[in-house]
């Protein structure tokens, strides 16, 4: 499956942003989905996952109650809404795919993500 994210931008501190990852292939319904995160000079860092029928959804303690991971398999989209945004936020999103993630309960590990997207940058001002 291929990944399309999008929706970054530039947003003051307590702003909001929804970020979208589209996906190709008829299989979409099939993949656990996740976002990710990188700011500069850190490593990927797991943001929030959701299971492939939706029933299932982690998150990350630093975004636990403000960011929201919802999935329309009828529209091949993942979406990552984002509110309350700090500057601690700032980074580049990236979304991921893959089979295993719920299956083994590692949702959080990168290596179980076979498809991610190409990233896009989010940036909170102060």
């Known amino acids: 499956v291929q990944l399309q994210a999008s929706g970054g931008g530039l947003v003051q501190v307590g702003g909001s942003l929804r970020l979208s990852c589209e996906a190709s292939?008829?299989?979409?319904?099939?993949?656990?989905m996740g976002w990710f995160r990188q700011a500069p000079g850190k490593d990927r860092e797991f943001v929030a996952a959701?299971?492939?029928?939706?029933?299932?959804?982690d998150y990350a303690d630093s975004v636990k109650g403000r960011f929201t991971i919802s999935r329309d398999n009828a529209k091949n989209t993942v979406y990552l809404q984002m509110n309350s945004l700090q500057p601690e936020d700032t980074a580049v999103y990236y979304c991921?795919?893959?089979?295993?993630?719920?299956?083994?309960?590692?949702?959080?590990?990168?290596?179980?993500?076979?498809?991610w997207g190409q990233g896009t940058l989010v940036t909170v001002s102060s």
């Open positions: 292939g008829r299989t979409f319904s099939r993949y656990a």
């Open positions: 991921a795919a893959g089979k295993s993630p719920y299956a083994n309960g590692q949702y959080y590990l990168r290596l179980n993500y076979d498809s």
């Open positions: 959701i299971s492939w029928t939706g029933g299932s959804t």
